[in-house]
């Protein structure tokens, strides 16, 4: 075993058992690798990959993620649900669990900007994107752990670092950990509960975009399910999908 898988096993504690996990120095992306690997047959969930840089790192919405070496954690977990819970329900454990792990290993706050994006002090430092496959989900988890050399691309938009030293084969135990452990028992309502209090954008009006018109309205909850409750022209609706943004604060003065 090298020295990442088994500083990834440790800090997994008894959640790893009967998880097989993989820690590669350069791959395209860990999504897609645990993707075609599933397809073809070569693992099973759960299975856990992780690396150091990714050639081809993906984003939400059909975007790059950026993914140097030596600056980042790139992960992605295949699990199978438990029955009964939603592909929503998926995405909020895994920012619930990205911020415990964090919180627990460096003490520094975080916040969740819905659906899946984690801030600390106004910036960007994980994203999650996960994807339905035949055998369960992928849940890929992208952690800006130092700032690039030459900083972030403007693509990155609120992108930054955690700037911390931080070690990432211990962070993706955590992660894979904290995930492990709540994902037999959703739809679990401490998760949810967790999920809420750390989304600042509730009682706030966020813009959004639906059939390419932008629109704004207030933030006014966040239901059993994930979804973000807005309320617009006096009618409440849920979005499930998409992105939000801030109508007119600055992400720094909230997240
Ligand atoms: C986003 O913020 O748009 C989601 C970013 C998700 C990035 C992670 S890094 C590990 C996994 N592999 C990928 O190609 N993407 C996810």
Redesign the pocket.
Known sequence: MNGGKEKIRRALGPWGAGLAVEALAETD????RLKEWARAGKIAPPFLLT?DC?T??????G?R?V?PAGT?L???LLVQPPEGAESGLITVLAAVAVCRALEGLTGLPMKIKWVN?IFFRGR?V????AERVEQGVIV???VNLKTPPGGFPPEAGAAGALDREIDRFQLAGAIAGRFLEALPRLPDPAVIADYRARMPLIGHTIRYTRGGVEKSALAVGVAEDGGLMIREDGEETVLRTGEVTLGSQSLSGLL
Do not use: P
């Open positions: 992306s860990t999504n897609t690396a990714q081809a790192g993906r984003g939400r919405l975007r993620f993914s980042g790139y992960m992605s994006d960007k994980c994203g999650i994107l890929g988890i992208g």
